[in-house]
């Protein structure tokens, strides 16, 4: 197992102390501490249907928004949830799908808009549609105005200290996972993405200078089959891309544009038989005002894959602190590693 699968899944009383999970993410989001304690409110949700204005109690969009300070949501049974616009969460709040088969598709579907400390965990994520204005219940009970929305499966914007781990993502409309406008402080781990063309997009655009303060550790995926690009892309910002699985890609595994200092550890790439073998995709690199820290370490390449690197290698260490730190494996051992990336089936006897 890996170092956030040891922390938890070893114990198979894992359901009586679903909060344990918090204490394992590692990475730049650190460790959720601030997701437990005596002061958290258990949510279970019961009704899979959702009403955008005024939710109803049991619905998951009642407890990701209308419950004021920590929130732990977990699932009565296995439901698909459909919902009709953009899913809001709030701060201090942890959706946890373990043990049942939970589906979320629909509208905008998941949005972390100016929030921290949020944990999503063990969804499957899919077929999200584009959303025009408007109108949905926000963070504290609050109505809020959005604006248009593209059709990611998860989209951050100006978040913190956010972890999503152990989901399914595929075919969205546009992308599966999208941080931006100056969030900062995410790990993505134990994800498995797949049946997309944009997958990862980390920076908003190329005139966002915010997001040169954006950390996001991106460790344990599985990405493919039939991904095309943006595993992720990066902006601006710094990623550390470690101990993932590549099944192939069409355009790129790795992309970005305005300088992002990205840090490629231990990765497994396999290239398609045909096509584009070269990961890394670099939009402005040749601009000598604008120097990359773009390399690989450790990484292994099947089926003719390579990496073309850039910069100053020093320049790209992560500087994790102690409680984000972790242990990087070789990358023999990424297919072992990622074995049981996506959203979980746990059995009856509370295994996992």
């Not at 005024?54 to 919902?83: C, D, H, Q």
Request: hydrophobic share 35%.
């Amino acid at each position: 197992m890996n170092a956030i699968d040891q922390c938890w899944k070893l114990n198979t009383n894992w359901r009586r102390s679903r909060q344990q999970l918090a204490i394992c993410s590692v990475g730049f989001a650190g460790k959720m501490a601030n997701n437990v304690g005596k002061d958290v409110i258990l949510y279970k949700v019961s009704d899979p249907s959702d009403d955008p204005v005024s939710p109803k109690k049991g619905t998951l969009r009642y407890g990701a928004t209308m419950i004021t300070g920590k929130v732990w949501i977990t699932f009565k049974r296995n439901m698909n949830i459909k919902l009709e616009k953009p899913l809001l969460i709030s701060s201090y709040t942890a959706i946890d799908g373990r043990g049942v088969n939970v589906g979320i598709e629909g509208f905008g579907c998941l949005l972390v808009y100016k929030a921290t400390d949020v944990i999503i965990h063990g969804l499957r994520i899919h077929h999200c549609k584009a959303q025009g204005p408007s109108t949905v219940m926000g963070p504290d009970g609050k109505q809020m105005q959005l604006g248009q929305m593209d059709g990611d499966a998860i989209r951050l914007v100006s978040a913190s200290k956010v972890w999503i781990d152990h989901n399914t993502l595929f075919s969205c409309q546009d992308g599966l996972l999208d941080v931006t406008l100056g969030s900062t402080f995410v790990t993505v781990s134990n994800n498995w993405f797949r049946d997309q063309d944009k997958v990862m997009l980390l920076g908003h655009d190329d005139g966002f200078l915010r997001d040169k303060g954006m950390k996001v550790t991106v460790a344990f995926n599985h990405f493919g089959p039939n991904c095309n690009q943006r595993m992720p892309r990066g902006r601006h910002g710094y990623a550390h891309v470690t101990n993932n699985l590549y099944q192939g890609w069409e355009q790129y595994a790795i992309g970005g544009s305005m300088s992002p200092s990205i840090k490629s550890e231990s990765n497994y790439f396999i290239a398609p038989k045909s096509g584009k073998k070269e990961v890394t995709w670099r939009n402005g690199i040749y601009e000598k005002s604008k120097p990359w820290n773009f390399y690989s370490v450790g990484d292994l390449f099947k089926n003719g894959a390579s990496f073309f690197q850039s910069g100053r290698r020093g320049m790209a260490r992560p500087t994790y602190t102690k409680e984000q730190s972790f242990k990087v494996g070789d990358a023999k051992s990424v297919k072992a590693l990622t074995r049981s990336a996506g959203a979980l089936k746990c059995s009856r006897t509370l295994r996992c």
